[in-house]
């Protein structure tokens, strides 16, 4: 079935780096939307994505949308030890109603 | 409630047992989730509802799952016949709609282990 590959699996930086982490699928998809899970907690929703090319901001995040629609990518400027957790894509299946499948997540870890 | 609400937390139970796993949604949240997620992975998809009736059960292991939610809103999540590969983290979201408009609340998930 579809899926999307995350990489890195694991990223280790020192507070002050840049990081970024890719969704890639072979598959055009509908939309994507990323979500945030830190240690010992449930993911939380950080933002989707509908529109080829699309970019959006938040804060020192920014989230990309492939001109293709078939991948993704989530960039951190400037991380800090709050940044800690894993990030997971997850897109919706086509014809799938509401179903989201996420990828295997990139574990950030942010050393002081 | 102010957040999607799981209990227990924590169900460590012996193999063939049954279990029962409960989510209450955040009100007026239509759509409801449950996915499964083990060490290092992502959540795993188990079931969709859409109200009362499950939309999509089609991540539903086998036939010692299965998922009620019979008026709408709480959901409960049934395992018969506990195998220690059961052992993960039940996590139950819900969303206001679908997507891509809506994004997933997720609860803090029942940790079961099956020893």
């Known amino acids: 079935g579809q899926q999307v590959m995350q990489i890195p699996q694991y990223q280790h930086v020192q507070e002050g780096e840049d990081f970024t982490t890719y969704c890639n699928s072979s598959?055009?998809?509908?939309?994507i939307q990323w979500y945030k899970q830190r240690p010992g907690g449930h993911p939380v929703f950080l933002i989707q994505l509908v529109k080829s090319g699309e970019v959006k901001k938040q804060k020192r995040l920014t989230f990309q949308f492939g001109e293709a629609k078939k991948n993704s990518s989530l960039h951190i400027t400037a991380t800090q030890t709050t940044d800690v957790g894993t990030y997971f894509c997850?897109?919706?299946?086509?014809?799938?109603?509401?179903?989201?499948?996420f990828g295997a997540g990139t574990r950030l870890a942010v050393h002081p | 409630g102010a957040g999607v609400s799981q209990t227990p937390s924590n169900k460590v139970t012996e193999k063939g047992k049954y279990v029962e796993l409960r989510c209450d949604p955040i009100?007026?949240?239509?759509?409801l989730y449950w996915y499964r997620q083990s060490l290092g992975q992502g959540p795993e998809f188990l079931i969709y509802f859409q109200g009362t009736g499950a939309a999509d059960d089609s991540g539903l292991p086998n036939d010692r799952f299965f998922a009620v939610r019979p008026e709408g809103s709480v959901s409960t999540l049934k395992i018969q016949r506990t195998e220690r590969g059961d052992s993960a983290v039940y996590l139950c979201?819900?969303?206001?709609?679908?997507?891509?408009?809506?994004?997933?609340?997720f609860g803090s998930g029942t940790r079961l282990t099956v020893v």
């Open positions: 979201a819900s969303s206001l709609g679908t997507a891509p408009n809506y994004g997933y609340t």
């Open positions: 009100s007026g949240h239509t759509a």
């Open positions: 598959t055009t998809l509908s939309n």
């Open positions: 997850a897109f919706q299946v086509a014809g799938g109603y509401n179903k989201l499948i």
